[in-house]
Nanobody, 118 residues
Framework: QVRLVESGGGLVQSGGSLRLSCTAS????????MNWYRQAPGKQREWVAR???????SIALSVKGRFTISRDNAKNTVYLQMNSLKPEDTAAYSC????????????WGQGTQVTVSS
């Protein structure tokens, strides 16, 4: 249905920035929304941000004001811009694509690691 590939993770110092990318292929027109999640070692997966097919965005309170989600339709790519990074932002970040109507599905990418050093 939909294949997702994330990129852009890495090691950054506290206060730095990274931009994660999630590029979709396949049945892109069937996607209702795309989300970013993160999971730190020993913790539950946490929702970070969402962008819907009509461009409405939502950001988790824990990262609001520092992270933004956007997309480039021409590149079939959703971005997570992360600024003012903190060590507690260290996690494996994954994106998913969701369809909630018709033939619903959830597709996940493989994830990308973000490590913020203090």
């Amino acid at each position: 249905q939909v294949r997702l590939v994330e990129s852009g993770g890495g090691l950054v110092q506290s206060g730095g920035s990274l931009r994660l990318s999630c590029t979709a292929s396949g049945s892109i027109s069937s996607i209702d929304a795309m989300n970013w999640y993160r999971q730190a070692p020993g913790k539950q997966r946490e929702w970070v941000a969402r962008i819907t097919d009509n461009g409405v965005t939502s950001i988790a309170l824990s990262v609001k004001g520092r992270f933004t989600i956007s997309r480039d339709n021409a590149k079939n790519t959703v971005y997570l811009q992360m600024n003012s990074l903190k060590p507690e932002d260290t996690a494996a970040y994954s994106c998913n694509a969701v369809r909630v109507t018709g033939n619903p599905f959830v597709s996940w990418g493989q994830g990308t690691q973000v490590t913020v050093s203090s």
